[in-house]
């Protein structure tokens, strides 16, 4: 049975950093691509970043260029997300997903993910 288990969300200050986590378990994570996306009230859920396998390439929405940073550990079955400079719009439940490598498709559209978390969620004050 495949699980995606974020973590790491809360409340947290304009300017202030959170690290999320996603743990996996269910399949071979380190043959998967792993994104992260959030939906803040109101809004469509939005792709954040993704990596592939190996780590070797990353992928970032553009507002969150220089302020977040995709991580993964094979060897512990976890992606992270660190998410610094944190303001008021980045407020939002952040989901993981996984899709296999090699899957066509575009890392930045959630069809193209096959299993996702439940959420974890990030609250910014300004």
């Known amino acids: 049975q495949v699980r995606l288990t974020e973590s790491g969300g809360g409340l947290v200050q304009a300017g202030g950093s959170l690290r999320l986590s996603c743990v996996a378990s269910?399949?071979?994570?380190?043959?998967?691509?792993m994104g992260w996306f959030r939906r803040a009230p109101g809004k469509e859920r939005e792709f954040v970043a993704a990596i592939e396998w190996n780590g070797g390439n990353k992928y970032y929405e553009d507002p969150v260029k220089g302020r977040f940073f995709i991580s993964r550990d094979n060897a512990k079955n976890t992606a992270y997300l660190q998410m610094n400079s944190l303001n008021p719009e980045d407020t939002a439940v952040y989901y993981c997903?996984?899709?296999?490598?090699?899957?066509?498709?575009?890392?930045?559209?959630?069809?193209?993910?096959?299993?996702w978390g439940q959420g974890t969620q990030v609250t910014v004050s300004a």
């Open positions: 269910g399949f071979t994570f380190s043959t998967y691509v």
């Open positions: 997903a996984s899709v296999p490598t090699g899957v066509s498709g575009s890392y930045y559209y959630p069809d193209t993910y096959d299993h």
